[in-house]
C-alpha cells in the first residue's frame, strides 16, 4: 500500500507541470475504444492484449488474452487467460444528480467515471507441464472508477472479483512417466478480491502509455507497464 501510494504522489505532482487541455478535450473525456499490449511482472512474468470498443449508450466491451508463466527461452507458458466482459460508464454527477435538503440544491459535476464490467474468463494451461481438472471458465466482476484529466494523467481504482486457477504441486507418486504433468492446477475455492491502482499518460489523441500495480489474496501482487492506442 505504501509503495501504491508513493506512486500516486510522483505521477500527479508531475501532472501538475502538464498543460491542463493540450489535447483539446474535455477533461472527463475518458476514451473506452483502444487497443493495448501489455508486460505484467509478479512471481513470474506475463504478456498481454486487450480490446476495447465503446457502444451504444453508456455500454462497452471488453477482450482480453493473457499468457502467464512465460519462458521466452523455451517459447513456453505456464496458462493462457481469456477473458469477455460487457462494461457500463457513468459520470458521477450523472449517476447522482442533484443532492437537496431544504433551500439548498447542490449539482453534483461529472469529477470521475464510475465502471462495471461482468463477463467470462477461461483459463487454459500447458497440458504437457499442467493436469487440470474441473470447469476452467468462470465469472469475472470489475468495478472501479476512472478519474484525473483525459488531456494528460488519467487514474483508475478498481476491485477485481473472480476465481483465479492456481497451479499446485501434484504430490502424486504413481506419476512416474517423463510425459506426466509434474503439476496439477486447480481452481481456487474462494472469489479473489484483487484491489489494483492504475495510471495512464495521454502522449497525444492516438498514443498512451500505462503503468499498473494489483494486490492478490490468492496469486502474488502484479505490476503492469504497456502502451495503448486509443480510437
Known amino acids: 500500500m505504501k509503495q501504491i501510494l508513493f506512486i500516486s504522489l510522483i505521477i500527479f505532482s508531475s501532472s501538475s507541470i502538464a498543460e491542463?487541455?493540450?489535447l483539446e478535450r474535455q477533461s472527463n473525456d475518458y476514451k473506452y475504444t483502444s487497443l493495448g499490449i501489455h508486460f505484467t511482472e509478479s512471481d513470474k512474468s506475463g504478456f498481454a492484449i486487450n480490446f476495447s470498443?465503446?457502444?451504444p449508450g453508456a455500454f462497452y466491451a471488453t477482450l482480453e488474452s493473457?499468457?502467464?508463466?512465460?519462458d521466452y527461452k523455451r517459447e513456453s507458458y505456464d496458462k493462457v487467460i481469456d477473458s469477455a466482459r460487457l462494461g457500463m460508464h457513468m459520470?458521477?454527477?450523472?449517476l447522482i444528480g442533484n443532492i437537496s435538503s431544504g433551500d439548498v440544491n447542490l449539482k453534483i459535476k461529472n469529477l470521475f467515471d464510475v465502471f462495471a464490467e461482468i463477463g467470462i474468463k477461461?483459463?487454459?494451461f500447458d497440458g504437457e507441464r499442467f493436469n487440470f481438472e474441473g470447469d476452467d471458465s468462470h465469472a469475472s466482476m470489475i468495478v472501479g472508477i476512472r478519474f484525473g484529466n483525459s488531456n494528460n494523467w488519467e487514474g483508475r481504482v478498481f476491485i477485481d472479483a473472480s476465481k483465479e486457477a492456481i497451479v499446485v504441486d501434484s504430490g502424486n507418486p504413481v506419476c512416474r512417466a517423463l510425459s506426466c504433468p509434474p503439476y496439477d492446477a486447480?481452481?481456487?475455492d474462494d472469489s479473489d478480491k484483487k484491489f489494483g491502482l492504475g495510471f495512464l499518460y495521454n502522449i497525444n489523441t492516438r498514443n498512451a502509455i500505462f503503468l499498473e500495480v494489483a494486490s492478490s489474496k490468492v496469486i502474488e501482487s502484479s505490476f503492469k507497464i504497456g502502451y495503448q492506442l486509443n480510437f
Open 53 to 55: 470498443v465503446d457502444l
Open 66 to 70: 493473457k499468457a502467464d508463466g512465460i
Open 186 to 188: 486447480k481452481l481456487s
Open 20 to 22: 491542463s487541455n493540450k
Open 122 to 124: 477461461t483459463s487454459d
Open 91 to 94: 459520470g458521477i454527477g450523472d
